[in-house]
């Protein structure tokens, strides 16, 4: 099983990535024995990805129509395509999630190889994941609506295949009266009980 975790936190001492790596433990002590389970990482921070500009996406449409992903500019679709799980480390930053997350999603949205396109324009998955967690934190209340959440679901299931998805989110961690510390670790508690799909 190839787990992914692409982890989009920006301070040191990171809340949600607290509570991805306690999703992460989970999901590998829920693998039986003789399940081989791969965690790969992607530290956002810590990559190079630029958005995409005429000549980049140019560049990308010109191999891709050619069939021939070798280029590291696929590395990280490749890496979505052969996942299991993804799972996203992703702040609540202004209503959804910090910058580098979206350009990432711009650079693994590459048909041919994360993706097809069906005869009536739908999009066919070309992914093997059947499961995905957002893992967010908030410092306020986050509302009704997830906007980064919907978004990650929304790509997930029509791009990536995902048929599963699940949000694990702590909020209101900054606000004056609450307990941060509590409310990490109920969600921490939560996380060890949650009933995997």
């Not at 449409?61 to 799980?85: H, N, T």
């Not at 959440?149 to 702590?170: P, R």
Request: proline content about 5%.
């Amino acid at each position: 099983m190839n787990i992914l975790l692409i982890n989009s936190c920006v301070r040191p001492e990171s809340r949600t990535k607290r509570l991805s790596d306690r999703l992460i433990r989970r999901l590998v002590s829920s693998t039986g024995s003789d399940t081989e389970v791969t965690v790969n990482e992607i530290e956002l921070q810590k990559e190079s990805i630029q958005p995409l500009d005429f000549a980049s996406l140019s560049d990308r449409d010109k191999l891709a129509a050619a069939g021939d992903f070798s280029s590291d500019m696929f590395r990280y679709a490749r890496m979505v395509s052969e996942a299991d799980i993804l799972v996203f480390a992703a702040p609540f930053w202004d209503m959804s999630f910090p910058a580098s997350l979206k350009v990432f999603i711009e650079a693994v949205m590459v048909k041919g190889l994360v993706f097809s396109y069906a005869p009536d324009g739908m999009p066919v998955s070309l992914c093997r994941a059947s499961r995905m967690y957002y893992v967010s934190t908030a410092g306020g209340p986050v509302g009704p609506v997830h906007y980064g959440y919907d978004y990650i679901k929304m790509i997930s299931e029509y791009f990536f295949g995902v048929k599963e998805c699940c949000l694990i989110q702590a909020e209101m961690l900054d606000m004056d009266g609450m307990d941060p510390d509590r409310i990490v670790d109920d969600k921490l508690n939560e996380i060890d009980a949650l009933p995997l799909m």
